[in-house]
């Protein structure tokens, strides 16, 4: 297999688990593509390497910005914006957790919280209000576990990360 055509194939591979993993399929695939390229590129050779839009490229580099997953990087005489990929996958990973924390865990835990503090009343369905708080009651404590273990995974250093999987799998 020659070079660029293994280059492509990881692109639309990560942009697929990307899209499975709820996240946009050309972010994904953006992000790919600054992975496997070592030198910073211009949002104009995003899109012809990837032929997408220049809105697109704008905006899923932007988020990819947000996530500290690209930064921008100056090029003497040029005025153009280039960007360039964070490299290190343990970096990359938290990111990705600490994003995803926000995003996702973190709205739930606020609505389970809510719903802990509400009383909620039934006078006629008893039994499904027991079962509605039991349930409610079990995924809080589900997800603040969640959310304590990946807040410890994301602040940790991947020497601990590494002895700790080690450990559960070795």
Do not use: C
């Not at 153009?80 to 990111?95: L, N, V």
């Amino acid at each position: 297999m020659q070079l660029e055509e293994a280059q492509h194939k990881f692109i639309q591979s990560w942009g697929s688990f990307g899209s499975q993993w709820g996240i946009n399929r050309t972010m994904a695939q953006i992000h790919a593509l600054f992975l496997i390229t070592p030198e910073s590129m211009s949002t104009e050779e995003v899109m012809e390497a990837l032929q997408i839009s220049r809105g697109n490229a704008n905006t899923n580099i932007r988020t990819l910005i947000d996530w500290g997953l690209l930064y921008k990087e100056f090029k003497v005489g040029e005025r153009r914006e280039f960007f360039i990929g964070e490299k290190d996958i343990w970096t990359i990973a938290k990111r990705i957790i600490k994003m995803r924390q926000q995003k996702e865990l973190l709205p739930m835990l606020q609505i389970l919280s809510q719903l802990q503090s509400t009383e909620i009343k039934s006078e006629n369905k008893p039994e499904e209000l027991a079962h509605f708080i039991k349930q409610i009651n079990d995924i809080n404590d589900m997800a603040i576990k969640a959310d304590k273990t990946l807040t410890r995974v994301s602040t940790s250093e991947k020497s601990w990360f590494m002895k700790t999987i080690m450990k559960l799998f070795g």
